[in-house]
């Protein structure tokens, strides 16, 4: 499963996450950073080209896997924007508190093993004037979608590194202590168990 992990599984999350109508969200959402940029999950660094530059001072990028942060390389050499990797899990991440003015989440906080204590970490790492930008695939409205979602979910996170289908977004979000200001969702194009999506803006 190693190798599985660190050279095919990277290939098929970028070309997931690298999706015309996800595309278009990050398009929507990443510009919103400013200041010191906390991004989880950052993998192979498709959100780079979506920073403005004149904004954004640092992003610290925290991702794990070595298989994604080489896949990343070429985006970081087309990048202007100052990135400095984290290795560790979102779970503990190594930043004083208050230290970020943003925090990016993008199609991340489905593959994090303990998503409470990932977004503890990030409340505690994030300004009291910083917000958490995120967009997301998670659990459907709808009740049948919600079924399959819950009968394939098991294979799926096996099969895709950990990905969960139903996750509720909004609610793990706040159920953290933050405060979501903006909020959309909406079914993007392909199969539905994977294709509603959250994004929006929170803070503390």
């Not at 950052?42 to 080209?49: A, F, H, T, V």
């Not at 925290?62 to 990135?83: I, T, W």
């Not at 096996?158 to 933050?178: D, E, M, Q, V, W």
Request: charged share 25%; with cysteine; glycine share 8%.
């Amino acid at each position: 499963m190693k190798f599985y992990d660190e050279h095919v599984l990277p290939h098929l999350i970028n070309c997931a996450c690298g999706m015309a109508a996800i595309e278009r969200l990050r398009e929507k959402m990443v510009p919103l950073a400013k200041g010191k940029v906390l991004e989880i999950g950052m993998g192979s660094g498709l959100n780079l080209k979506h920073y403005q530059e004149e904004q954004v001072e640092l992003v610290w990028g925290l991702e794990p896997s070595e298989g994604m942060r080489r896949k990343a390389q070429a985006n970081l050499d087309a990048s202007n924007v100052k990135v400095e990797w984290l290795g560790l899990p979102s779970e503990s991440i190594p930043l004083d508190n208050e230290s970020a003015d943003t925090i990016v989440l993008t199609y991340t906080l489905c593959t994090i093993e303990d998503p409470m204590s990932a977004l503890a970490e990030m409340r505690r790492v994030l300004k009291p004037s910083g917000e958490l930008i995120f967009s997301e695939h998670g659990q459907s409205p709808d009740e049948s979608v919600r079924r399959w979602q819950d009968r394939v979910n098991p294979i799926w996170k096996k099969l895709a590194g950990g990905c969960h289908l139903n996750r509720p977004i909004p609610s793990l979000i706040l159920a953290a202590g933050f405060n979501i200001s903006k909020l959309d969702q909406k079914y993007i194009k392909g199969p539905k168990i994977a294709a509603y999506q959250y994004y929006g803006v929170a803070s503390h």
